[in-house]
């Protein structure tokens, strides 16, 4: 039996039986037929700091982020968000096709809708992605993440371009435009492809 650094009698020899405190090497060998005096391990709270300047709760010198929110005491920051989930589906729109009218395109009927979980911060869409519409290019569009947890599109220089929404009009090869939750992405003869946030598996 040995006596932690408070004074406790231990049979373990890492850390005390009655205090959970680490054995000091200098830790006292007590023998069996010896009660050792006990005293009174007094330890001093932590210091009281200022409130968590996010939220008010009580904090002390210990507290690196505030137990109510979050907020890092460290950095003087709030806590990150969490990401957001974002998912882009994959559907063949009648609506879009019949304003196409492709000619010698059939429409892919009963094609259930794909729906993509966006976890990488650049995602690429081309014709396989598609579904194999005929009118989209093999490398079409890329989406990419933003800094704010946003999504944009950019086009990659795809032979029939991309449009957003109802604009009949196509967006520029190469420049990002954003998009918000909701927001349709249109390509090809019928690929309509909607961005959701807070979505998917």
């Known amino acids: 039996m040995t006596t932690c650094p408070s004074g406790h009698p231990s ?16 830790a006292v060998p007590v023998p ?14 932590p210091a009281a700091l200022e409130p968590c300047p996010s939220c008010g709760a009580p904090r002390s010198e210990r507290d690196v982020f505030c137990e109510s929110c979050g907020y890092d005491h460290a950095r003087g920051a709030p806590a990150a968000p969490p990401a957001e989930r974002w998912t882009a589906t994959i559907a063949a729109d009648r609506a879009q096709f019949d304003r196409a009218a492709p000619s010698g395109v059939a429409f892919p009927e009963g094609r259930a809708p794909v729906a993509l979980l966006l976890t990488a911060d650049e995602v690429d869409l081309g014709r396989d992605e598609a579904g194999g519409d005929p009118a989209v ?42 998009l918000a939750d909701g927001d349709c992405i249109r390509l090809g003869a019928w690929t309509a492809i909607t961005l959701r946030r807070g979505e998917g598996g």
């Open 11 to 26: 049979i373990a020899e890492d850390y005390c039986d009655h205090c959970g405190a680490p054995m000091s090497a200098a």
């Open 32 to 45: 069996a037929d010896e009660t050792p005096e006990m005293t009174a391990a007094v330890s001093a709270p």
């Open 137 to 178: 290019s093999r490398d079409h569009v890329t989406l990419l993440r933003r800094a704010d947890g946003s999504w944009a599109a950019v086009d990659l220089g795809s032979t029939n371009g991309t449009t957003i929404n109802d604009d009949p009009v196509p967006i520029e090869p190469g420049v990002e435009v954003p």
